[in-house]
C-alpha cells in the first residue's frame, strides 16, 4: 500500500506559480512511477507530468516549458513546480504512484489549482 497526501493548490493570477508538494508514505520502495494528474469537472484526468524508476520524465505538451516535476529522496516527495500559469490549468491535481509488480495504482485526495484570469 501506498498513502499520497498532495498540498500547495490555491487560487493565483494568470502569469503566476504555484509548487505542489505530494508526501508518500507506505511502500515507497516499490513504486515505479510517479508522477501528477489533473482533472477538470466533466472531463477526463490527463496526465501532467511523471517519472519512472529509471529517471525517465515526461510533460504533456500543454505544461512543457513551464511545470517542473522534481523529488526529494530523503523527504519521500514529489514536486510540481508550476510557472507561468494560465486559466486553462485550473483543475484539481492528483498525485499519483504505481507498482508494476502488483498492478497497484494509487492516487492522492486532490489539490485544487485556480488560475484567475
Known amino acids: 500500500q501506498v498513502r499520497l497526501v498532495e498540498s500547495g493548490g490555491g487560487l493565483v493570477q494568470t502569469g503566476g506559480s504555484l509548487r505542489l508538494s505530494c508526501a508518500a508514505s507506505g511502500n515507497i520502495f516499490s513504486i515505479n512511477v510517479m508522477g501528477w494528474y489533473r482533472q477538470v469537472s466533466g472531463k477526463q484526468r490527463e496526465l501532467v507530468a511523471s517519472?519512472?524508476?529509471?529517471?525517465?520524465?515526461n510533460y504533456s505538451d500543454s505544461v512543457k516549458g513551464r511545470f517542473t516535476i522534481s523529488r526529494d529522496n530523503a523527504k519521500n516527495t514529489v514536486y510540481l513546480q508550476m510557472n507561468s500559469l494560465k486559466p486553462e490549468d485550473t483543475a484539481v491535481y492528483y498525485c499519483?504512484?504505481?507498482?508494476?509488480?502488483?498492478?497497484?495504482?494509487?492516487w492522492g485526495r486532490g489539490t485544487l489549482v485556480t488560475v484567475s484570469s
Open positions: 499519483y504512484a504505481k507498482i508494476f509488480l502488483s498492478g497497484g495504482d494509487y
Open positions: 517519472f519512472d524508476s529509471g529517471g525517465n520524465i
